[in-house]
Each structure stands twice: as C-alpha cells, then as structure tokens.
C-alpha cells in the first residue's frame, strides 16, 4: 500500500499525500472521480451500493458483543513472520504461508485459489467465502488483506540494509491475523449476510523493477468482472502500537456509506484507534474495486509508521489492543449491517 499519485481515470497528481485541509488541490481529481461514484450506484440493481433496503446503522441501541481476541490475533503474526519473507524470491515461505492461513479458515467456509501471473511473476490470491444458508440475503461484504511482504527494506535508515527483504509483521500479517480471528468468530456467530474474504497476493512490490502495487487485486478484478459485492474493506497495516486510522480520501469521496458505517461502528465499540478525520490519498488492494465502481474502503495506519518498508518491521512493534479494536470493529459493521430496514 503507498500513497496514491494516479488512477487510471485520473490525471498524475503531485507526489504528496492529500490530507484534510489540502482540497482545493484536489478539486479536479474530486470532479473527475464523480463519474465513479455513478458507476457503483447504477451497476447490478440488487447490488448497487447501499439503497433504502440495506442501510448501514445501528440496528437497536445495543452494542454487539464481540468476542475478536487480539491477543490471538497476534499468534498468527508469529506464525507468519516465523516463515521468513513472503515475497517472490522466497516460495517455501509462501507455500508455508498459504498452507497456514488454510490451516485456520473453518471448514464451514469454501476456499478458492486464484491463480494469476502477471509481469512475469506467478501470483495466488485465497478467496473465502462464507454464505447465507438458502440464499436468504443478496448482500455480500468483501473483506480483503495483502499476504505478501515487500522484498526491499527501501525506507531503512541504514542504507546497507535496503536490499535485504521486509519481515511484514505490520505490512502483511497484521490484516492477514485479523482476517483470519474474523472468520472463525463468523463461524461461531454467522451473520445474516454474506461475507467472503479474500487475501491479496502481490500488493507490496510495486516500484521495485517494472512491477506496480495492488497487482493482485487487480488480476482479481480483471479476472472476475461478474463479481460485484455490495461494499468492501481493505484491512492493512493495523497492528502497530500507536495505530491510527483516519478516513483514507479516495475511500471516503467513493464509499462514504461504508465509511459513515465503520466509524458508527468505531464508536459503538470505543475504538479510539478510528480517527473521525480526513486521511492521505493511499495505493492500495481498494483502488482496483473502486475503478469498476464497487465501494471499498481501506483502513490503513496514517501517516505510516515508521517501521514501514524497513527491517524494523517486525512483531516487536505490534499491539494486540490495535489488532482487537480493528477486529471488533469491522465485526460490528458486518452485525450491524441493516439489510431489513
């Protein structure tokens, strides 16, 4: 994930991150993202967003008992990081890896493999999915994460050590841990929806040779077009000990329904990790679902830490506070989900 300078409906923008205040620099990326905004609302009709029918709120005024373990949670950072990189130059890492995260996904819930190449590079994206039983709800939310690890620590300190591979306890097993506690806790507590999760393959390599971010959410996107969940989440780099999550600006001017959602949610469990300001433009696995105009959000630690795309990245720096807040949250969005209002 990195800051967002293009999309391929919009101009080159300066190289900087647009933060609140910033908008009257962004006024011609905001008009011409409009026609995206149209396109997720006039797509599938009974997946089209969020209409009268499925409205997003708090369902009564009590507060949904959730039982997301960070503490757990952070196990599976261990797991992860135990295995080495998992970038492309180390494959038995990320069989290791793969082999892991379906080793903890219950055996109520359907696995998929989407194998990809693209530049020249063998991708696998694991797609979960989770179903409501006899069709019952059209509504599908699509919880996404990266598994992959940066194969260049090109923003340490130390200039010797940018050619060695990310560990990734942050940047890649964080959002992998939560979404695997996610899926156990919707084994034990279905909800009335329909939920997959699908962990992304080759997100954070881009700008290392020809290569670009997000590529294997893209492969997804392009390889099933049919595919059209009724909103979505990005979880990434949410475990560190100071985590602070604002509303990332392509996800709020995009998904604003889902946004306005997840921070109902953030106070309904006292998450103060959720900032209720406007956050930097980010290159992430949401970009690609935004483009063919389906609203997905990504909850992504900002302004970055400072062990991001460093050997300091590792679980030394995690919380398992952070890593419960974020779990508890997007559970209660996915209970709270109104889809009889």
Not at 113 to 142: D, P
Not at 162 to 186: F, T
Not at 196 to 209: C, K, M, P, R, S
Not at 269 to 277: I, L
């Amino acid at each position: 994930m990195k800051w967002l300078f293009f999309l391929r409906k919009i101009p080159l923008l300066i190289a900087f991150p647009i933060c609140s205040g910033d908008f009257d620099k962004s006024a011609d990326i905001t008009a011409k993202f409009s026609s995206i905004k149209e396109e997720f609302r006039e797509s599938v009709p009974h997946r089209k967003g969020l209409t009268h029918n499925e409205k997003m709120g708090l369902t009564g005024s009590r507060v949904a008992s959730i039982d997301f373990d960070g503490k757990i949670a952070m196990q599976h950072i261990e797991a992860q990081t135990s295995f080495g990189p998992r970038s492309p130059q180390y494959p038995d890492a990320k069989f290791q890896t793969l082999s892991y995260i379906r080793s903890q996904i219950p055996s109520s819930m359907q696995i998929q493999l989407h194998e990809f190449n693209t530049n020249g590079l063998n991708g696998t994206n694991l797609w979960v999915s989770s179903r409501v039983a006899q069709k019952k709800s059209n509504t599908l939310i699509m919880l996404g994460t990266h598994w992959d690890t940066r194969s260049q620590a090109d923003r340490d300190t130390d200039i010797t050590q940018r050619n060695i591979p990310v560990l990734g306890a942050n940047d890649g097993a964080s959002g992998v841990a939560v979404l695997i506690e996610i899926a156990k806790h919707l084994h034990k507590k279905p909800p009335k929806i329909n939920v997959d999760l699908i962990f992304f393959d080759l997100e954070d390599i881009g700008n290392i040779g020809k290569n670009a971010y997000a590529m294997g959410s893209r492969e997804f996107v392009k390889e099933h077009p049919k595919y059209r969940p009724t909103a979505g989440i990005i979880i990434d780099m949410v475990c560190d000990k100071d985590l602070r999550i604002p509303q990332e600006y392509y996800s709020s001017l995009a998904a604003p329904e889902v946004i306005s959602g997840l921070w109902e949610s953030a106070k309904r469990q006292k998450a103060n990790v959720f900032k209720d300001t406007r956050g930097g433009v980010i290159i992430d696995d949401h970009i690609p679902f935004l483009e063919v105009g389906i609203p997905v959000v990504n909850l992504i630690h900002f302004p970055f830490p400072k062990s991001w795309h460093t050997t300091k990245d590792t679980i030394k720096f995690c919380s398992a506070s952070s890593l419960d807040q974020v779990g508890r949250v997007v559970l209660d969005f996915i209970h709270q989900y109104d889809f009889n209002k």
